[in-house]
């Protein structure tokens, strides 16, 4: 089992700035890609960045430019830092990894950015 922890969400004006966090904890051996999606209301959930252990990005292209992930393999965190937020932008962001079939996701974390 994994249990991701998210913090850092909140509410701030278009344009500003947020940086996640997510916190991984238990039988962590294994984990390779970790990342962030997000799900606005009635929509799908999405994802939004990922990061291997290695280090190799990938982002969607809506946040390209805007948000940096980056990952910390000795302290289990992942981070994403959000710049030139936009009200499109809001969502509940989710911290996510896997490991064989299994999927494990953090609780979620509120992000709104007003205009």
């Known amino acids: 089992q994994v249990q991701l922890v998210e913090s850092g969400g909140g509410l701030v004006q278009a344009g500003g700035s947020l940086r996640l966090s997510c916190a991984a904890s238990?039988?962590?051996?294994?984990?390779?890609?970790m990342g962030w999606y997000r799900q606005a209301p009635g929509k799908q959930r999405d994802v939004v960045a990922t990061?291997?252990?290695?280090?190799?990005?990938n982002y969607a292209d809506s946040v390209k430019g805007r948000f940096t992930i980056s990952r910390n393999n000795a302290k289990n965190t992942v981070h994403l830092q959000m710049n030139s937020l936009k009200p499109e932008d809001t969502a509940v962001y989710y911290c996510?990894?896997?490991?064989?079939?299994?999927?494990?996701w953090g609780q979620g974390t509120q992000v709104t950015v007003s205009s």
């Open positions: 238990g039988i962590i051996q294994g984990i390779d890609v």
């Open positions: 990061i291997t252990s290695g280090g190799r990005t």
């Open positions: 996510h990894t896997g490991r064989g079939r299994y999927d494990y």
